[in-house]
């Protein structure tokens, strides 16, 4: 059964019959509704059904440990579209570019992974160096379009692929502003020895727009 909450000429959401209402970001949306599966249905997946989920397999590690960095990084690209969360838009996005291989020996391919998206200018040249206490990020400056560009703050993104310990994700999300040209990511002493594959991308603190990432490569702390 659907509810008119705000009234008979208010949004609608539940369902009717075969159909579902819905509200998102304030608008109203309908959808086929969905039918719960048998054991059956999920026995005779197609080979495509399997394939996708085997890479989600591959993938759900590491999108799971970046939640949190995702829900602020994605937020942008998922206002965009009529994707629910900004873990259905990680998921979606990576499914793409960040798998490598052939079925069944599917990997992630770390070059192709996304860690944010969004309209703003990407970081320029970047490098990195192991320290004590961590990664050294260096950039240069480009051309922004905007002054208030400058003002942009570093979102860096560490992640320890280490099986023997277990993977980790270190992260800040509003780090130095691009016109310091540096940051620093510290990284846990427990963690030295270990390779992190690292990236970087700018944000926005004044809005949900953010930069492309870059992968800046895998480095041992």
């Not at 961590?134 to 400058?150: H, T």
Request: proline share 3%.
């Amino acid at each position: 059964m659907a509810r008119a909450k705000n009234g008979i000429l208010g949004m609608v959401s539940g369902k009717v019959a075969h159909v579902e209402f819905y509200v998102m970001n304030g608008k109203g949306y309908v959808r086929s509704a969905k039918t719960k599966k048998s054991k059956k249905d999920k026995k005779y997946r197609s080979e495509d059904q399997r394939a996708q989920l085997k890479k989600m397999t591959v993938l759900s590690p590491f999108l799971k440990m970046g939640t949190e960095f995702f829900r602020v990084s994605f937020r942008y690209k998922t206002r965009l579209t009529e994707v629910f969360n900004t873990a259905a838009t990680a998921r979606g996005i990576n499914l793409i570019d960040g798998i490598k291989g052939e079925k069944p020996d599917w990997e992630i391919n770390w070059g192709g992974i996304s860690v944010a998206a969004g309209p703003l200018s990407l970081p320029e040249n970047v490098t990195v160096s192991s320290t004590e206490i961590g990664f050294n990020f260096a950039w240069e400056l480009g051309k922004p379009a905007l002054s208030e560009d400058y003002d942009h703050r570093a979102m860096i993104l560490a992640y320890d692929v280490d099986l023997e310990v277990g993977p980790a994700c270190m992260y800040e999300l509003s780090g130095a502003k691009r016109k310091e040209l540096k940051d620093t990511i510290k990284i846990p002493a427990s963690r030295r020895g270990h390779t992190h594959h690292l990236f970087i991308a700018f944000k926005d603190t004044l809005s949900d727009e953010v930069s492309n990432s870059v992968y800046c490569g895998a480095h041992v702390f």
